[in-house]
Nanobody, 123 residues
Framework: QVQLVESGGGLVQAGGSLRLSCAAS????????MGWFRQAPGKEREFVAA????????NYADSVKGRFTISRDNTKITLYLQMNSLKPEDTAVYYC????????????????WGQGTQVTVSS
């Protein structure tokens, strides 16, 4: 069992930056691939980024490539998402999730989910 708690969301102007964190419980964090997903109002939840258990592999959605960076610290049992050059279309609830595997991009691959943190980007 893995419990996940996101933090770091908030209100930021377009062009600004935020760093999201996802604190995990349990000693098996380093065995899981981790991912970030987001859901905007009226839209389905979508993939943002994923990272393999030892951080050797990362995947990104095309919409965030070059602006967002996913990372993890297995000693701190924490996942991060550095978001730069934010746009209004990045406004969404951001979720972290844990999965077996390398760095899956499909939601169905993930077994554990956090409750989400709101990110709002004003124009």
């Amino acid at each position: 069992q893995v419990q996940l708690v996101e933090s770091g969301g908030g209100l930021v102007q377009a062009g600004g930056s935020l760093r999201l964190s996802c604190a995990a419980s349990g000693r098996t964090f380093s065995n899981y691939a981790m991912g970030w997903f987001r859901q905007a109002p009226g839209k389905e939840r979508e993939f943002v980024a994923a990272i393999s258990p030892r951080a050797g592999i990362t995947n990104y959605a095309d919409s965030v490539k070059g602006r967002f960076t996913i990372s993890r610290d297995n000693t701190k049992i924490t996942l991060y998402l550095q978001m730069n050059s934010l746009k209004p279309e990045d406004t969404a609830v951001y979720y972290c999730a844990a999965a077996w595997g390398l760095a899956p991009i499909t939601q169905t691959s993930y077994q554990y989910w956090g409750q989400g943190t709101q990110v709002t980007v004003s124009s």
